[in-house]
């Protein structure tokens, strides 16, 4: 699959925009820590499974440490280096 | 011998009969005996005139199933193993068995029988929305609703077309907050009394633990269910990271993700609302019942 991180934060901009609202992500910049921007863990369950979803992938299943991966950067680049991978 | 033939002399001589429980909880499907001997199912109390034939939709490894025939043979009434959804609307059966949610596939196909003059749900809760979409496919049919399960055989019959059963119905029974106790063996199934009448809550081993909150998705199920533009739907818990479990709600119906979405917030706490996904088709299981946990 062609995806970039470019892309990849494009869709991740998308995907939260969705749930928290354009306002809120447009206020949210890459490096932004999500718990202290008020993303809480089932928001950000809920990104990865819209991810899931967007790009047919089984991301939710990854045996990685995932409270390393708590901004929007973090979270682009694990992602794609995952669809890269894939 | 085919399985229905051994069905049949199992309980013409009242031998001992090896069925299967649902398994909806864990997927996993207990093997359980049941004496046909000692067990004869007496909530059945149907005027049916001996010409009919009973359709039946159940698993043949299920109690439901069982019951169906042993009624049937019992009462010397023709019956028909159903294999296809069309086959309710040929107008060669006029009892028809199944399970609600098989009731709920059959309505989507917004057809009508009105030769039937039965409709028996078994094997899972029937909602109202369920009973009301029934009477819409079946308009002359009466509806029954039974409580039943393998370990015990049938408990109760309600045939006035609402939810719940009658409070007289469980008078015998001890209901806890977290099972009912029915002739000495416990049930984990949790019931509700309100106004005169028990609503089922589902069973306390299908509760999920969501971010450190416990939420029952039979009742999350049943409150989407009876939201207008859904037409049927299933929640079913996966184990993820973070937040160790979380609820996904499968819908067919004319809402969109976004707008139902949207009346969940308003409606429920953000720890209830499952992720949403937008389906053609609810799967049951072998039984005809909904798979709400997936492993």
């Given at each position: 699959?062609?995806?970039?991180?470019?892309?990849?934060?494009?869709?991740?901009?998308?995907?939260?925009?969705?749930?928290?609202?354009?306002?809120?992500?447009?206020?949210?910049?890459?490096?932004?820590?999500?718990?202290?921007?008020?993303?809480?863990?089932?928001?950000?369950?809920?990104?990865?499974?819209?991810?899931?979803?967007?790009?047919?992938?089984?991301?939710?299943?990854?045996?990685?440490?995932?409270?390393?991966?708590?901004?929007?950067?973090?979270?682009?680049?694990?992602?794609?280096?995952?669809?890269?991978?894939? | 011998?085919?399985?229905?033939?051994?069905?049949?002399?199992?309980?013409?001589?009242?031998?001992?009969?090896?069925?299967?429980?649902?398994?909806?909880?864990?997927?996993?499907?207990?093997?359980?005996?049941?004496?046909?001997?000692?067990?004869?199912?007496?909530?059945?109390?149907?005027?049916?005139?001996?010409?009919?034939?009973?359709?039946?939709?159940y698993?043949?490894?299920s109690w439901a199933s069982?019951s169906t025939?042993?009624?049937?043979?019992?009462?010397?009434?023709?019956?028909?193993?159903?294999?296809?959804?069309?086959?309710?609307?040929?107008?060669?059966?006029?009892?028809?068995?199944?399970?609600?949610?098989?009731?709920?596939?059959?309505?989507?196909?917004?057809?009508?029988?009105?030769?039937?003059?039965?409709?028996?749900?078994g094997g899972?809760?029937?909602?109202?929305?369920?009973?009301?979409?029934?009477?819409?496919?079946?308009?002359?049919?009466?509806?029954?609703?039974?409580?039943a399960?393998?370990?015990?055989?049938?408990?109760?019959?309600?045939?006035?077309?609402?939810?719940?059963?009658?409070?007289?119905?469980?008078?015998?029974?001890?209901?806890?907050?977290?099972?009912?106790?029915?002739?000495?063996?416990?049930?984990?199934?949790?019931?509700?009394?309100?106004?005169?009448?028990?609503?089922?809550?589902?069973?306390?081993?299908?509760?999920?633990?969501?971010?450190?909150?416990?939420?029952?998705?039979?009742?999350?199920?049943?409150?989407?269910?009876?939201?207008?533009?859904?037409?049927?739907?299933?929640?079913?818990?996966?184990?993820?990271?973070?937040?160790?479990?979380?609820?996904?709600?499968?819908?067919?119906?004319?809402?969109?993700?976004?707008?139902?979405?949207?009346?969940?917030?308003?409606?429920?706490?953000?720890?209830?609302?499952?992720?949403?996904?937008?389906?053609?088709?609810?799967?049951?299981?072998?039984?005809?019942?909904?798979?709400?946990?997936?492993?």
């Amino acid at each position: 699959m062609s995806v970039d991180m470019n892309i990849i934060m494009d869709s991740l901009h998308k995907i939260i925009s969705d749930i928290k609202g354009q306002e809120f992500a447009a206020k949210l910049s890459d490096n932004d820590i999500f718990s202290l921007v008020g993303i809480d863990s089932i928001d950000y369950v809920e990104i990865m499974v819209n991810f899931e979803e967007l790009y047919s992938c089984d991301i939710l299943s990854l045996e990685i440490d995932w409270s390393e991966i708590n901004t929007k950067t973090k979270l682009g680049e694990m992602l794609c280096n995952y669809i890269i991978r894939k | 011998m085919s399985k229905i033939e051994k069905i049949v002399k199992a309980i013409r001589e009242k031998e001992t009969l090896f069925l299967k429980t649902s398994g909806t909880s864990t997927g996993d499907r207990k093997d359980i005996s049941v004496d046909l001997g000692s067990r004869y199912s007496s909530v059945r109390r149907l005027e049916l005139d001996k010409t009919y034939t009973v359709g039946f939709l159940y698993n043949l490894d299920s109690w439901a199933s069982v019951s169906t025939i042993s009624f049937c043979v019992k009462n010397n009434i023709n019956f028909v193993k159903i294999t296809n959804y069309e086959q309710c609307f040929d107008g060669s059966v006029h009892h028809l068995c199944m399970t609600p949610s098989q009731m709920l596939n059959i309505s989507l196909t917004n057809k009508q029988n009105l030769s039937v003059r039965q409709v028996t749900l078994g094997g899972e809760y029937a909602t109202q929305s369920v009973i009301d979409k029934c009477k819409t496919t079946f308009p002359n049919a009466r509806v029954t609703h039974v409580y039943a399960a393998t370990e015990v055989g049938d408990i109760c019959a309600v045939s006035d077309g609402l939810e719940g059963i009658p409070q007289h119905k469980f008078k015998d029974y001890q209901i806890l907050e977290d099972k009912i106790i029915i002739n000495g063996v416990e049930l984990s199934d949790m019931w509700q009394l309100k106004d005169g009448r028990y609503y089922f809550l589902g069973r306390a081993d299908h509760r999920v633990n969501i971010a450190g909150n416990l939420v029952n998705p039979v009742e999350l199920e049943k409150i989407i269910q009876n939201l207008p533009g859904v037409e049927n739907c299933v929640i079913y818990s996966k184990r993820v990271p973070i937040i160790g479990n979380a609820l996904f709600l499968k819908y067919i119906g004319s809402i969109e993700k976004a707008e139902l979405k949207s009346i969940l917030q308003r409606k429920l706490n953000k720890f209830q609302i499952p992720f949403i996904k937008k389906g053609n088709l609810i799967e049951t299981n072998s039984n005809g019942k909904k798979i709400r946990v997936f492993k």
